[in-house]
């Protein structure tokens, strides 16, 4: 029994890493796909954002809507002037939405008309594995 219960330990051991390795390719894979989304959405292309986000997002909201409420949100801001990755964090729950596979990410962005604010976006894995953005934020 001794044995068994050592044996459990190193294997528990064992996995850990691979887990801790596995969450920071999903972080990698996240940040590349908030990163290409991000492109349209600095551009304000509502439809392209739209057509990237994650079914969930889709399903919560119309493309022309999406569309009309980026186009309220960034056009006041202008231009991205510097956007920096502040942090990520791999989540398998976030209020108000599903379980499932999340990463938080935060930037410290500079804007054309205003000098400081921390976009978020949350890119979430879909059923075919890839990341697509379900939620973008601006503060």
Known sequence: ?????????????????LAH???????RGAVDAASRWLVQADAVDGAATWDQAASEFQGAVSRADWTDALKRVRQPLGAVTARKLVSSAFKRSL???PDGEYVVIQYDTQFEHKAHAVETVVPMRERDGSWKVSGYFVK
Do not use: I, N, T
């Open 1 to 17: 029994m001794k044995q068994l219960a050592s044996l459990f330990v190193v294997a528990a051991a064992l996995a850990a890493p």
């Open 21 to 27: 390795g596995q969450q920071q390719d999903a972080v």
């Open 95 to 97: 209020p108000g939405a």
